[in-house]
T-cell receptor, first 110, second 116 residues
Framework: QKEVEQDPGPLSVPEGAIVSLNCTYS??????FMWYRQYSRKGPELLMYTYSSGNKEDGRFTAQVDKSSKYISLFIRDSQPSDSATYLC??????????FGKGTTLSVSS | GAVVSQHPSWVICKSGTSVKIECRSLDFQATTMFWYRQFPKQSLMLMATSNEGSKATYEQGVEKDKFLINHASLTLSTLTVTSAHPEDSSFYIC????????????FGPGTRLLVL
């Protein structure tokens, strides 16, 4: 079993839809959880950062961490064509390397 | 804040030549810098971690004599691909973290390398 599992998609939604992106993981020691957005041929951009369990909201984006289920989610409300990108989940323990999921490719059509 | 730059953004070179890629933190001191490699439609693969003033720590399977990493200052790390071959063609991305935000990595825009 891989440490971090993420469905690669692609995921296609119409503009305005609510998007749900998810990752599962196996290492219960992970404490820090991130979501990155990567446009084609660009470096990843940090979207959300969460420590331990709980929810975090930033504009149209909401990150959720459920450590009991080893499951994290990113919700995008009112999705826009400019949200079309690959979304990478990443997680780590303190002082260790960041482990990435494979990324989910999202396409939002106008 | 937290801007990381990379130079060059893309490079084409002949097989057997060496290529140097620079990674700079523009508005913070990067105590740790990371180098990743990414193949098309794949996730990021960590190559090495470098702390300012000390030798880089390479991930298993990454040749340290092939991929030379130098982290000479708190704002600059370089990756040199020595004697590049076509199989080294890839997207190389650096990231940096600071003492204040040790668990957060900010990524550069990446360097696309094509070895002919």
């Amino acid at each position: 079993q891989k440490e971090v599992e993420q469905d690669p998609g692609p995921l296609s939604v119409p503009e305005g839809a609510i998007v749900s992106l998810n990752c599962t993981y196996s290492n219960s020691a992970f404490q820090y959880f991130m979501w990155y957005r990567q446009y084609s041929r660009k470096g990843p951009e940090l979207l959300m950062y969460t420590y331990s369990s709980g929810n975090k909201e930033d504009g149209r984006f909401t990150a959720q961490v459920d450590k009991s289920s080893k499951y994290i989610s990113l919700f995008i409300r009112d999705s826009q064509p400019s949200d079309s990108a690959t979304y990478l989940c990443a997680m780590m323990q303190a002082g260790t390397a960041l482990i990435f999921g494979k990324g989910t490719t999202l396409s939002v059509s106008s | 804040g937290a801007v990381v730059s990379q130079h060059p953004s893309w490079v084409i070179c002949k097989s057997g030549t060496s290529v140097k890629i620079e990674c700079r933190s523009l508005d913070f001191q990067a105590t740790t810098m990371f180098w990743y490699r990414q193949f098309p439609k794949q996730s990021l693969m960590l190559m090495a971690t470098s702390n300012e003033g000390s030798k880089a720590t390479y991930e298993q399977g990454v040749e340290k004599d092939k991929f030379l990493i130098n982290h000479a200052s708190l704002t600059l790390s370089t990756l040199t691909v020595t004697s590049a071959h076509p199989e080294d063609s890839s997207f190389y991305i650096c990231s940096a973290s600071s003492v204040r935000e040790a668990e957060t990595q900010y990524f550069g825009p990446g360097t696309r390398l094509l070895v002919l």
